[in-house]
């Protein structure tokens, strides 16, 4: 894990943009403000404003709904860390009540591979896959920036000073696993 406060700099230029984002929300702490950055991975479960779907899980579905079979990147060995919506929320409101200024915390819940999401989505609304897709087939249906930057990469955090009771917040999420929310919770 990397200090986000470091000079590491991401080579994709969103990743760039919101690590400079990062820094100057951080840097503010010595301006009489106590900021906090919280940093989540893939964010599942419905949430309550007008973007109500999460993007990675909805980007699988489209995509089998369109099809009939459920495609994943690759092998599909790549892992995510997950975070369910209204856990990512408690966490937001610990934060603003209890933070030390110019705190970075990761957001996660979990992990899975992403041909295990595509397998529970698979069981979940009833149809075949997964099923491994060439990136170049995979990059025409979503887009090569999504699939090479989301879809077919890793993005791993654990949430220790989130959850470690010295750092005043001691967050404990509530939701199960991403793929207990897909069993139960995704809508055929």
Known sequence: ????????????????????????????????????????????????????????????????????????????????????????????????????????????????SLVGLAAAIAEALGLDGPEPWNIEAAGAFWGPAFTGGALASNSRVRATRARDILDILGWKPRHGSVTEWIATDLTP
């Open 1 to 112: 894990m990397h200090d986000p406060g470091s000079t590491w700099q991401p080579k994709h230029p969103v990743r760039a943009a919101r690590a400079a984002i990062d820094r100057l929300v951080l840097d503010s702490a010595g301006a009489g403000i106590r900021p906090s950055v919280l940093c989540p991975a893939m964010i599942y479960g419905r949430g309550l404003g007008p973007a109500r779907n999460e993007v990675h899980i909805a980007a699988l579905v489209a995509q089998a709904r369109h099809s009939g079979v459920v495609r994943h990147v690759g092998a599909g060995r790549n892992i995510w860390s997950t975070v369910h919506v209204e856990d990512l929320a408690d966490l937001y409101l610990l934060a603003l009540e209890g933070s030390t200024a110019g705190t970075f915390y990761f957001a996660e819940n979990g992990e899975e």
